[in-house]
């Protein structure tokens, strides 16, 4: 295929090099995706080993294709080069180049690892609730760090929050959530835009944006996050909530019980508070804690893959943490 040929020769002039002198042999590549085209491209003689992402694709013009890939590129950039996350323990992946040309194309080292799916997988389906514990522990480190590494004196504010509460409620079609729930959903929500606790008890950071199981590996207790495309200025909790909701999510999904994540979710937090270096945090973060799942849960309830009976429990449980949460 000529867009794979044409990438291949980039590869071997602008970013193996990088790595390793040429000459290079054949590159293998290997579909990794689900969303965009994202492959994993080997050279085997020098056993490179490298991830590129196309961001155009189906109806999206290139000219907005790549914008996110530079955009996704820049936020990688800054995360390593101003923030100190390229450190072995946390750090974000490393980006290696970047092609207009090519289909919006991203290249970034490969990461080493599992990802946290695999993790929660093994806790539900073999028990491996320890090492799942474990895993979220060093995931509560790495959004320590950058939360940290990042932190403003600028004040929360409810608006974003507010805004995309309104565009998740208009993505779901009709047939998930009628206008009777999703006033209900308005209605609790308002409460929280107007608790001055919310916003005023915390200062903006640096959030990932895309909190989910898949966009973070973690190799012998190292963290790498890649996807940063969502990378945003917000509540820290955007992304500590967000993984709550994939928690919470994943255990009812697969178990039809929706406390069993509890636990989970509760160790994350608090190794959260305690990497920061302030248990105190603990309280802030679940004080307000509902509201950012019920993002999670809503932002989950689009995924057609999960099935129309689970997304509507998703909806009912994100209704319940903004009904009861505050
Ligand atoms: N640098 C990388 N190293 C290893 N695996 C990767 C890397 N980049 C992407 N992947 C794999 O490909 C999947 C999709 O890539 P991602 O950047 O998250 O794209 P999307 O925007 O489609 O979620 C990831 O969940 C991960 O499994
Ligand atoms: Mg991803």
Redesign the pocket.
């Known amino acids: 295929m000529y867009v794979e040929a044409a990438i291949c020769d980039y590869l071997r002039e602008e970013i193996f090099p990088q790595l390793a002198p040429p000459p290079y042999a054949e590159i293998e590549i290997t579909s ?5 085209p ?1 492959c ?1 491209f080997f050279e085997k003689s020098k056993n490179i ?3 590129g ?1 196309l961001f155009k694709r189906g109806v999206v013009p290139l000219e907005d294709a790549w914008l996110e890939a530079d955009k ?1 590129y820049s936020n990688l950039k800054l995360l390593r080069e101003q923030l100190g996350m390229d450190g072995d323990a946390d750090h974000v ?1 490393a980006p290696l180049g970047e092609s207009r040309k090519l289909s919006a194309l991203l290249v ?5 690892g599992q ?1 946290l ?1 695999y993790y929660i997988g093994k806790a539900i389906f073999d028990q491996q609730h320890d090492e799942l514990f474990q895993t979220l522990g060093y995931l509560a480190r790495f959004f320590a760090k950058l939360h940290e590494a990042s932190k403003t004196e600028r004040p929360l504010s409810p608006e974003l929050p507010r805004f995309y509460l309104n565009a998740i409620l208009n993505s779901l079609e009709d047939k998930l959530i009628d206008y009777p729930e999703r006033d209900e959903i308005e209605k609790y929500a308002l409460r929280w835009w107007h608790e001055e606790r919310v916003f005023a008890s915390d200062r903006e950071t640096i959030v990932h944006g ?1 909190a ?1 199981p ?2 973070f ?1 973690f190799d012998n207790g190292n963290v ?1 996050a ?2 940063l ?1 969502s990378m945003n200025w917000a509540d820290r909790c955007w992304d500590l909530g967000f993984i709550a909701a994939e928690l919470k999510h994943h255990f009812m999904w697969r178990t039809g019980n929706k406390w069993t994540a509890e636990p989970f979710i509760g160790h994350f937090l608090w190794e959260y508070a305690v990497n920061y270096g302030d248990t105190n945090l603990f309280r802030t973060i679940t004080y307000k804690l509902p509201l950012y799942m019920a993002l999670g849960l809503l932002r989950i309830a689009r995924n057609f893959y999960v099935g129309e009976t689970h997304r509507k429990r998703l909806v009912m449980e994100a209704n319940k943490c903004l009904k009861y949460g505050l």
């Open positions: 990794l995706g689900t969303r965009k994202v994993l080993m490298v991830v992402k996704e992946v970034t080292e490969r990461a080493l990802t799916d895309d989910t898949t966009n590996l790498t890649i996807d495309e």
